[in-house]
């Protein structure tokens, strides 16, 4: 017999060992590929702590992870699977922007919160559209999500290139949004602004609506065992629909945290990975809503120090999607092994 | 002459809840005879038989063709020895012509690298020519009938050169036509020097299909018999044994008014020509045990279905307290109050990953909300361990259900499912599995249910279980009601005559065959056709 909190124990030993695993394999390749490896590694260590800029920079990368690692576990904590996180960033980064855009006269306690609105409805709409689907047809949302958020990237590149492109720059961007959509700096010079507090915020309001409210348990029920929630009376296909709505606002609203406050405008392919990274995040996490914090940081860390390494040494910025990369892989690999042996034990049981 | 397959002392033990499948078995069939094998669901059949075609290891035995001891590791390995077998549930791609089915794994190759398609579906063309089967090669599965399905898996075998086939069950799925062309194909293929091994419960196609039949009881084998020599009553004997009665203070309540009442209900399935409910109605009254009972395949699972709102009814109503609850779904069936144990208690009963807390919850999860909309943590957490204590349940609150064991499972479900019962439960073989003592811990809850003045519908296909609780037994066969009689009714209630109807030997219902003994002669006559003078 197994009890939570030895399971519990068994899980932090699994994550502690996968992470050490990555490093070592970060080390070993740095030892590799840089003919300075000590200078390398001190400043991929170290290099995000350098300075307010770098550490401010860091926190803030992690930010728009942070969403999309929820929006996933979201998505994953009800065994519907969200492959549409890109898209739904892209989205909702340009229905903030072109609604500030519109609207430049607009103050910011109402265009501010109006900006958000219409990205987090822009995501929610076109991931909520893949759970329509299957609501209606049993269409497999795992490819519905895929295709539509690739379609859309191409569409929303050329509404960025084309009639939002700003004709006084030669770069593939819009302009600027105005000035009082701009979030609050909280740690010059670095980029890092406010929003971080509303995210982690968010973050606890997710972990309670999950684990404290009827309706998030009936969506871990549905996710854990559908035959059982329908059988104890659960409307299981309601929980088609609902945490894609959820997953692609939140997804959408990590695509207009990400520009709001640091760049001010859209290029193109500014979503830049996060959807991608978001389905790490929340494996890292185990979908627990409160995990994701630190995941995303982690994730943000090793970034920053691939960043410093590269700066300051010599090796290439790639060093981080590789360790990223590994960490991707083991953390799978673990997610895998205690999905079989949970089959196993259903089947012994 | 010696046999051409002999299994030897053949010993299974499923260490997970120790139980011995097959005890010392022994089986000897000879080269063109077709060998019945027959026993109740859980006689060991069919793992006697996963261990012939090497999906399973005996713990310990021998298996000898030809007199040459053979060890079969493995599917592949039994068909290098040209041993084939036919699953109850077909193993076949939909989406793929019979002739790609019936090669895959040993397709024909052009230049040692692509699928050679013609001459695939050659070779499968001349294997259904020679044994007479009516198949086109180029045909999709997903066009074809059971019937036609069936075949493709035979066809199958034939052409990985089998000359043993095992059959599990195979007149389960298909209507009375199909199974007299099958038994055609049998025989045919018996007369080719083929040797069949049938795993059957039916006593009426045993006698018109087979040579020689072994029968199997709880893991052993109770019997070896010439056909000829045996006729269906004492197979039924053989099969069902007699067994120690288990005995319960019946004290029946004031019955009168009836709670749920099922009238002409149908239910069938597309692409099946036999509905897989046929015309059932039956009522269960305030203080009544309903028992319902009936070998596997025959609608117990169907009619646990549709009684629960978890299967569409085709036609007929079902009336719950005089209100229609036909087309209700298993959601509004349980916001009029009905409690269900059912038969899976791992995937439907509860969700093995989430605690004891999160399985005790649902369905009255909306109960214990919070002013704010949340759920009151505290609420819950005390009447949990209230249900824990009152059920002796093994486990803490916060412990995932699935690190229990079955018959703690069971009580965590039957907890949930009891504390709130209005007027109505539905069992489903709720002993299943478990031992003496966790069984009768579920009789005594069942029997306080009806005290309490409820009805209940308890579908199981444990016999002793409906003999010593049910009031009121109704056997199913092939989807339809065959007997409905109080258990009262001493004169036809023993345990052997109860059988003669589960097995389809007795039917009160059919106009065509007279009840009472020596029906089964016309009944066995009109399924076996001309097989039964042979």
Redesign the interface.
């Known amino acids: ?4 909190s030895s ?1 519990k124990f068994a899980a932090a030993a699994g994550l502690g060992i996968t992470l050490g695993a990555a490093f070592l394999i970060m080390l070993l390749m740095i030892l590799i590929m840089s003919e300075t490896p000590g200078k390398t590694i001190y400043f991929f260590f170290a290099g995000p702590w350098a300075n307010t800029y770098y550490l401010g920079n860091m926190l803030n990368a992690a930010v728009p992870l942070m969403l999309t690692g929820l929006g996933i576990s979201f998505a994953f904590r009800a065994s519907m699977f969200n492959l549409g996180g890109e898209g739904q960033v892209y989205i909702g980064g340009l229905a903030a922007a072109s609604l500030a855009l519109a609207l430049p006269g607009l103050p910011g306690i109402l265009g501010i919160p109006l900006a958000l609105a219409a990205a987090v409805g822009a995501g929610a709409v076109i991931a909520g559209l893949s759970g329509l689907f299957k609501y209606k047809w049993r269409t497999d949302e795992l490819i519905s999500t895929f295709l539509i958020s690739n379609a859309l990237i191409y569409i929303v590149d050329n509404i960025i290139t084309g009639v939002l492109q700003d004709p006084e720059s030669n770069l593939l961007v819009t302009r600027k949004i105005a000035v009082q959509y701009w979030f609050t700096r909280i740690m010059r010079p670095s980029n890092l602004d406010i929003s971080i507090f509303f995210v982690i915020l968010l973050a606890v309001i997710a972990y ?1 609506y999950l684990y ?3 309706q998030g ?2 969506m ?2 549905c996710g ?2 559908p ?9 299981v296909r309601t929980y088609f629909l609902l945490p894609l709505l959820i997953s692609g606002g939140l997804h959408g609203l990590a695509g207009a945290v990400s520009f709001m406050g640091t760049q001010h405008m859209l290029f193109k392919g500014f979503s830049g990975g996060m959807g991608w990274n978001g389905i790490a995040v929340a494996l890292i996490a185990r979908n627990n809503p409160l995990a994701v914090i630190p995941a995303a940081l982690f994730f943000a860390y090793i970034e920053a120090g691939a960043k410093s390494a590269m700066i300051n040494a010599d090796v290439t910025i790639e060093i981080a999607a590789v360790v990223q990369a590994v960490v991707f892989y083991l953390i799978t690999a673990q997610a895998l092994y205690s999905w079989i042996d ?1 089959k196993h ?2 089947r ?2 | 002459m010696t046999p051409y397959l002999k299994m030897q002392n053949i010993t299974k033990v499923y260490p997970a809840n120790n139980l011995k499948a097959n005890d010392t078995v022994n089986l000897e069939v000879f080269k063109g005879e077709i060998h019945a094998l027959v026993g109740e669901n859980g006689a060991g059949k069919t793992t006697l038989m996963n261990i012939l075609y090497g999906l399973e290891q005996p713990d310990s035995g021998a298996i000898y063709l030809n007199g040459t001891e053979v060890r079969i590791g493995s599917p592949m390995v039994a068909h290098q020895h040209g041993i084939g077998m036919v699953h109850q549930h077909f193993k076949l791609i939909q989406e793929f012509t019979v002739a790609e089915n019936v090669v895959l794994g040993m397709e024909p190759l052009r230049g040692k690298l692509f699928f050679d398609r013609r001459q695939a579906e050659q070779t499968v063309a001349e294997v259904i020519e020679e044994n007479n089967f009516h198949l086109s090669p180029a045909a999709r599965i997903s066009e074809l009938s059971v019937g036609q399905m069936q075949q493709v898996e035979i066809v199958k075998m034939l052409y990985r050169r089998a000359d043993l086939l095992i059959l599990d069950e195979p007149t389960s799925v298909l209507t009375e036509q199909e199974i007299q062309r099958l038994f055609k194909t049998l025989r045919y293929l018996a007369g080719q020097g083929k040797t069949i091994i049938l795993i059957t419960h039916k006593l009426g196609e045993v006698k018109s299909i087979s040579d020689r039949i072994t029968v199997m009881r709880k893991g052993e084998v109770a019997a070896v018999r010439e056909t000829a020599e045996v006729d269906e009553y004492e197979l039924s004997r053989l099969m069902v044994g007699k067994r120690i009665m288990l005995d319960f203070d019946k004290e029946v309540g004031f019955c009168s008014e009836p709670i749920l009442s099922l009238q002409q209900v149908t239910a069938a399935r597309k692409h099946q020509d036999r509905p897989l409910l046929d015309n059932i109605s039956f009522s269960a009254s305030t203080c009544e045990i309903v028992g319902i009972t009936g070998v596997a395949g025959n609608g117990l699972s169907e009619l646990e279905d549709v009684i629960s709102g978890l299967m569409p009814v085709s036609s007929g109503t079902i009336l719950y307290n005089d209100i229609d609850v036909t087309h209700m779904s298993a959601m509004e069936l349980r916001k009029t109050g009905f409690s269900y144990v059912p038969t899976d208690r791992l995937k439907r009963g509860s969700s093995l990953a989430s605690s004891i807390r999160e399985n005790m919850i649902i369905t009255n999860h909306h109960d214990y909300l919070t002013r704010g909309g949340l759920l009151d943590g505290k609420r819950i957490e005390s009447h949990v361990e209230e249900l824990i204590a009152g059920y002796q349940i093994d486990g803490r609150a916060g412990m995932p259900i699935g690190t229990l064991s079955g018959g703690n499972i069971q009580k965590v479900i039957l907890a949930r499912e009891l504390e709130k019962v209005r007027d109505l439960v539905l069992f489903a073989e709720p002993t299943w599995g478990l031992d003496v003592a966790g069984s009768e811990f579920i009789y005594q809850k069942i029997l306080d249910v009806r005290k309490r003045g409820a009805a209940v519908i308890l579908i199981s296909s444990n016999l002793d279980e409906i003999l010593a609780i049910a009031d009121t037994v109704i056997v199913l066969y092939r989807g339809r009601i065959v007997m409905k009689r109080p258990v009262r009714d001493d004169a036809v209630l023993s345990r052997e005559r109860i059988g003669e109807y589960m097995l389809g030997l007795k039917d009160d219902f059919s106009a065509a065959i007279p009840a009472g003994a020596g029906g089964f002669l016309e009944r066995a006559a009109e399924e076996g056709g001309e097989g039964y003078s042979r």
């Open positions: 017999m197994r009890d939570t399971s309670f404290k409210t009827h348990y009936e871990r029920m854990l065992d035959e059982f929630a329908r059988y104890g009376g659960v409307n949970r034990r259903r012994s049981a």
